[in-house]
């Protein structure tokens, strides 16, 4: 069970086939644990984490602007690690 509160939307994409098998304890780790952060221009945060179990895949976390309210979650292909300049940890 997650910690945080979520939006309907994270609730409702979650049961996607491809959202389905991301755990609770994963998203957790992605939000207590970045390896990268950045915020949006609408406020809300985005949080990356890797995780192993899941190949080492990269997971973004998107939190609203309270930085507490889940509001997505997936395994985005697109992550670069980061670099030392410009990254907000």
Known sequence: MLDHPTTAYFRH???RPDRVIIEDAWI????SDPEREEIQSDGRVRRWKRIPEAAGRALRVILLADGVTIHNAFFDRNFQEPSDEGQVF
Request: hydrophobic share 45%; aromatic share 0%; charged share 55%.
């Open 28 to 31: 957790d780790r992605a939000i």
């Open 13 to 15: 994409v979650r049961r």
